[in-house]
């Protein structure tokens, strides 16, 4: 291959890694032009305020127009997702977050985030599935496990809700939440003594 050749493939592999990167792989083979991207991007963060104000209307916005903008920015559409999970519309946060994951299916996030959906919905074991995915792609991730036993509590699958509580306070021994829910679980597998230890500690740490 002639040097230059080389070269001109080597800089186009930067740019689609920057790309991919920045805005998600889509994006950069899509031939969504860059200034199209840079538009989106300034809708998406506008978005992100207005979420945090708690003005959702005005957030979804935001969000439709970095989309129309950028149809596969995928960190537009799980936050839009997040939007409507706020607003309680599950079904349509459950259509964001699936359309993020098609976008980029290493978006853990996204996965846990339409977990948290599916629970909401009953759908337990959609949910326990989408946890196992975010887990296995961030193995630490706290958020996941301590979701994941969740789930297993409302199937009143304890042992496995407990072993989930305990890997999530292992990754942030801060988590009042997690230390109650787990204390729960002792109590409903008739281990109180673990009960009231988890109870005590969740109050401890809440207190601080």
């Given at each position: 291959m002639?040097?230059?050749?080389?070269?001109?493939?080597?800089?186009?592999?930067?740019?689609?890694?920057?790309?991919?990167?920045?805005y998600g792989p889509a994006s950069a083979i899509s031939g969504i032009s860059e200034e199209k991207v840079k538009a989106s991007r300034a809708w998406f963060e506008k978005g992100g305020s207005l979420f945090h104000s708690s003005d959702y209307?005005?957030?979804?916005?935001?969000?439709?127009?970095?989309?129309?903008?950028?149809?596969?920015?995928?960190?537009?559409?799980?936050?839009r997702g997040n939007v409507y999970f706020e607003m309680q519309e599950y079904d349509k946060a459950v259509d964001d977050y699936t359309r993020a994951i098609e976008l980029n299916p290493r978006h853990h996030k996204a996965y846990t985030n339409r977990g948290i959906a599916y629970r909401l919905n009953g759908r337990y074991d959609k949910a326990i599935q989408d946890y196992t995915r975010a887990i296995a792609l961030v193995p630490k991730y706290y958020r996941a496990y301590y979701n994941r036993g969740i789930a297993y509590h409302y199937k009143k699958r304890y042992s496995k809700a407990i072993a989930d509580y305990t890997r999530a306070i292992k990754l942030n021994p801060r988590s009042y939440k997690a230390h109650y829910n787990r204390g729960i679980a002792y109590r409903l597998t008739q281990q109180s003594g673990k009960a009231a230890e988890d109870f005590k500690k969740a109050n401890e740490i809440k207190r601080r």
């Open positions: 002639h040097q230059s050749t080389r070269r001109g493939i080597q800089i186009i592999a930067v740019i689609v890694l920057f790309l991919c990167l920045i209307q005005a957030a979804i916005k935001a969000y439709d127009r970095a989309i129309k903008l950028n149809p596969v920015y995928y960190k537009a559409y799980n936050s």
